[in-house]
T-cell receptor, first 113, second 112 residues
Framework: ETGVTQTPRHLVMGMTNKKSLKCEQHLGHNAMYWYKQSAKKPLELMFVYNFKEQTENNSVPSRFSPECPNSSHLFLHLHTLQPEDSALYLC????????????FGQGTRLTVV | DQQVKQNSPSLSVQEGRISILNCDYTNSMFDYFLWYKKYPAEGPTFLISISSIKDKNEDGRFTVFLNKSAKHLSLHIVPSQPGDSAVYFCAASSPGNTPLVFGKGTRLSVIA
């Protein structure tokens, strides 16, 4: 148990659906991240939030929309995804953006059909 | 271009022997390196780290070696146990507000 919880663990959605991934941490961390893990590829950083402000967007398509209402919660809103977006989406948090020891959630396995 | 490379996608080692996982990096600005371990259907968990001011860090059965001139680091697990079977990710960061950069991972199988 890392202290970072992601829901749902598995999600199957159609290309016209709208869904959201949720991440929650009660570690008192100020930085939260979304990563994408595709098969045989390195973990890809998608978004970074530091003190609820988005500080990094790694050229992620607009069909992925993050939201950070407070420092404990992070959402990833999904709409009109493509089958190639199927992957494991991992949330992580760290004390702050300079603290490089990040704690990961268990991930959401997303399948787009 | 990948800044952190793990060139061996998989490694099999017998129980009790030493496992050596390798990682190379290209960015000379990296000053902090980490190893994460990942079981299937779980997120990566932090294992061990090393700062660029050191060349070795040891924690129980796990030792990380850093060779800055070669831009190479390795994780040694001695002795290897079946429970060590997992995917191991190497990660690196540079000073300032820079999140981790990960390698593709190496799948370690420890055979009883």
């Amino acid at each position: 148990e890392t202290g970072v919880t992601q829901t749902p663990r598995h999600l199957v959605m159609g290309m016209t659906n709208k869904k959201s991934l949720k991440c929650e941490q009660h570690l008192g961390h100020n930085a939260m991240y979304w990563y994408k893990q595709s098969a045989k590829k390195p973990l890809e950083l998608m978004f970074v939030y530091n003190f609820k402000e988005q500080t990094e967007n790694n050229s992620v398509p607009s069909r992925f929309s993050p939201e950070c209402p407070n420092s404990s919660h992070l959402f990833l809103h999904l709409h009109t995804l493509q089958p190639e977006d199927s992957a494991l989406y991992l949330c992580a948090s760290s004390q702050d953006q300079d603290n490089t020891e990040a704690f990961f959630g268990q991930g959401t396995r997303l399948t787009v059909v | 271009d990948q800044q952190v490379k793990q060139n061996s996608p998989s490694l099999s080692v017998q129980e009790g022997r030493i496992s050596i996982l390798n990682c190379d990096y290209t960015n000379s600005m990296f000053d902090y390196f980490l190893w994460y371990k990942k079981y299937p259907a779980e997120g990566p968990t932090f294992l061990i780290s090393i700062s660029s001011i050191k060349d070795k860090n040891e924690d129980g059965r796990f030792t990380v070696f850093l060779n800055k001139s070669a831009k190479h680091l390795s994780l040694h697990i001695v002795p290897s146990q079946p429970g060590d079977s997992a995917v191991y990710f190497c990660a690196a960061s540079s000073p300032g507000n820079t999140p981790l950069v990960f390698g593709k991972g190496t799948r370690l199988s420890v055979i009883a």
